[in-house]
């Protein structure tokens, strides 16, 4: 039994805003988080459950002079069939081809992904990799506001993010990396296509000169959230990359990191996973 009263599909984000001020509204995009968790009892749905798959112009990627604006309804397998992530967004690439089956990536969107706020979702660590940016539309008033925010003030626990519930959010932008940037992800899992990861590493950085500049790690399935590593960060900015760098890295990502204990790995286990393969990464790039 399902206590919806009214069923929304709107067809624009003036629309989806006007709705969603009433409160109380489930927002269903591609459904492959919403309905396993409504129907397992997770989460009971509001008076008014609104299809958002409709709305004109939220679908898709357009590459400007300036960056990326991904729309949210943007799906996995758009993600994985564009050849400009794969070029220019290779991290982001990777987790799409890391994620899921085909069906499930025929559906699920990345709005969906980051609004769902798994500490294990693929989609995270690459887009904090590349300083992603959240657009977040709403109609308190006449007319539709937005408000952008970065990707690491969004993402603020387990399930939990700063969307407001009469927010829409509508599209990720991201600046386009310098031609030197370097990116990729890692994930482990049991069957690392078809399982939540058990950890998951996203790598970036300007590589210059034996080098790498600006450094961007993040990691997955070993805090609240998907987070950013400050002390491998640091351990890297600016030295040579060499063995020795690599090993410091890979040693102080222990410092950032908090896992649990879960039925996927221990907390011992997804440590060494994290050291281990930030280290193998990080050899890739040096050697690549
Ligand atoms: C078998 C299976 C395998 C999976 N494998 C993976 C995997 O490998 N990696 C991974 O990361 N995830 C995985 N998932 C989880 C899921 O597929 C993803 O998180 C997916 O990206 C969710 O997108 P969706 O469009 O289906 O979201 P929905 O289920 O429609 O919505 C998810 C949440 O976000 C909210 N929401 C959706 N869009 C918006 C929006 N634009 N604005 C505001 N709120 C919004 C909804 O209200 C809901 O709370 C898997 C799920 C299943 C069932």
Same mark, same amino acid.
């Given at each position: 039994?399902?206590?919806?009263?009214?069923?929304?599909?709107?067809?624009?984000?003036?629309?989806?805003?006007?709705?969603?001020?009433?409160?109380?509204?489930?927002?269903?995009?591609?459904?492959?988080?919403?309905?396993?968790?409504?129907?397992?009892? /997770?989460?009971? @749905?509001?008076?008014?459950?609104?299809?958002?798959?409709?709305?004109?112009?939220?679908?898709?990627?357009?590459?400007?002079?300036?960056?990326?604006?991904?729309?949210?309804?943007?799906?996995?397998?758009?993600?994985?069939?564009?050849?400009?992530?794969?070029?220019?967004?290779?991290?982001?690439?990777?987790?799409?081809?890391? @994620?899921?089956?085909?069906?499930?990536?025929?559906?699920?969107?990345?709005?969906?992904?980051?609004?769902?706020?798994?500490?294990?979702?693929?989609?995270?660590?690459?887009?904090?990799?590349?300083?992603?940016?959240?657009?977040?539309?709403? /109609?308190?008033?006449?007319?539709?506001?937005?408000?952008?925010?970065?990707?690491?003030? @969004?993402?603020?626990?387990?399930?939990?993010?700063?969307?407001?519930?009469?927010?829409?959010?509508?599209?990720?932008?991201?600046?386009?990396?310098?031609?030197? @940037?370097?990116? /990729?992800?890692?994930?482990?899992?049991?069957?690392?296509?078809?399982?939540?990861?058990?950890?998951?590493?996203?790598?970036?950085?300007?590589?210059?000169?034996?080098?790498?500049?600006?450094?961007?790690?993040?990691?997955?399935?070993?805090?609240?959230?998907?987070?950013?590593?400050?002390?491998?960060?640091?351990?890297?900015?600016? /030295?040579?990359?060499?063995?020795?760098?690599?090993?410091?890295?890979?040693?102080?990502?222990?410092?950032?990191?908090?896992?649990?204990?879960?039925?996927?790995?221990?907390?011992?286990?997804?440590?060494?996973?994290?050291?281990?393969?930030?280290?193998?990464?990080?050899?890739?790039?040096?050697?690549?």
């Amino acid at each position: 039994m399902t206590n919806v009263e009214r069923y929304l599909v709107p067809r624009t984000i003036e629309e989806a805003s006007e709705g969603l001020r009433g409160g109380d509204v489930s927002i269903v995009a591609g459904g492959t988080d919403l309905m396993p968790q409504s129907q397992s009892g /997770k989460i009971k @749905f509001g008076a008014a459950l609104m299809n958002i798959r409709r709305i004109e112009g939220m679908r898709g990627i357009v590459r400007s002079a300036n960056g990326f604006r991904i729309g949210a309804l943007t799906t996995i397998t758009d993600l994985l069939d564009s050849p400009e992530i794969r070029s220019e967004l290779p991290a982001l690439w990777q987790a799409s081809d890391h @994620f899921a089956s085909d069906q499930i990536r025929n559906a699920a969107t990345i709005g969906g992904n980051l609004c769902n706020a798994s500490p294990a979702g693929d989609t995270h660590a690459p887009l904090l990799v590349y300083a992603a940016r959240v657009v977040l539309a709403s /109609k308190p008033n006449a007319a539709v506001q937005t408000r952008i925010v970065p990707l690491s003030d @969004f993402l603020v626990g387990p399930g939990k993010t700063s969307r407001a519930a009469g927010e829409l959010l509508t599209a990720v932008e991201i600046d386009a990396p310098p031609p030197s @940037f370097v990116s /990729k992800y890692f994930k482990f899992g049991t069957r690392p296509a078809l399982d939540i990861s058990t950890i998951s590493i996203g790598l970036g950085g300007v590589r210059e000169e034996g080098r790498l500049r600006n450094v961007h790690v993040a990691i997955g399935a070993v805090a609240p959230t998907v987070i950013r590593a400050p002390h491998a960060e640091a351990a890297l900015e600016g /030295k040579v990359l060499d063995k020795t760098t690599i090993q410091a890295a890979a040693a102080a990502a222990d410092h950032d990191i908090r896992p649990i204990s879960d039925v996927r790995a221990s907390d011992w286990y997804r440590r060494e996973l994290v050291r281990n393969m930030l280290e193998r990464m990080l050899l890739d790039v040096c050697h690549g």
